[in-house]
């Protein structure tokens, strides 16, 4: 189930949205930015109205890897019920851990993009974490402190390739994943010049 949230974005509307993603079952725009800890909380609260099992969070500048979603449902029930697929390297690892044969890290805390949670995980976190600011974070803490292993892929299985946002600067502060392999060439030329742009943009500051 592909659900859109626009947070009150200047580049698109929803009838481009949905030309986008015919098949999406909601695209919500916001009339009011609601910033990205704000829209998070909401899309928790709205997850809970629905029947659905799983929840996964993507931003709009990331790249996903063909094998997500079969690592999603292959290796998430072995969890607590939280598996990032995002290793990102603003986010150290505690110590190497292992799934079933695939290799992770335990960490203290992630940010909510491409994170899978289980719909008991999402209900603890709404019902104990208020909203308001660096939400990941403080959820983080909640499920660490709950006896919550915050387990996260060793090889990213999603590429952030954004250089400006919530938390990049586009110079000195820009988020990726580590061991992220693209399968196709079209992932491997946007991950590629991504690359090149961060490093000319380190270069500049």
């Known amino acids: 189930t592909v ?45 809970l109205d629905t029947n659905d099992d799983v929840l996964i969070t993507l931003d ?24 990032s697929l995002y290793n990102s390297a ?25 994170v899978a949670m289980s719909r008991e995980v999402v209900r603890a976190i709404v019902t104990h974490v208020l909203p308001g600011k660096a939400y990941d974070w403080r959820w983080s803490k909640y499920l660490r402190d709950n006896g919550k292993r915050i387990l996260v892929t060793r090889d990213s299985y999603v590429q952030h390739v954004g250089m400006h946002g919530y938390n990049c600067d586009g110079g000195r502060s820009v988020d990726f994943g580590l061991n992220f392999y693209p399968e196709n060439l079209i992932d491997l030329q946007i991950a590629t010049n991504f690359l090149q742009e961060l490093l000319v943009a380190k270069d500049k500051h």
């Not at 996903?64 to 939280?82: K, M």
């Not at 603003?90 to 992770?104: F, K």
């Open 3 to 47: 659900r859109l949230y626009d947070d009150c974005s200047t580049e698109y509307d929803v009838d481009v949205l949905r030309q986008l993603f015919p098949g999406a079952r909601a695209i919500v725009r916001r009339e009011q930015n609601l910033g990205a800890d704000g829209n998070m909380y909401q899309v928790y609260k709205d997850f």
């Open 60 to 83: 709009s500048d990331m790249l996903v890897h063909p094998r997500f979603l079969e690592v999603v449902s292959c290796y998430l029930p072995n969890t607590d019920g939280v598996l």
């Open 90 to 114: 603003m986010h150290p690892a505690n110590r190497p851990v292992e799934i079933d044969g695939l290799a992770c890290v335990e960490k203290e805390h992630v940010g909510a993009a491409a």
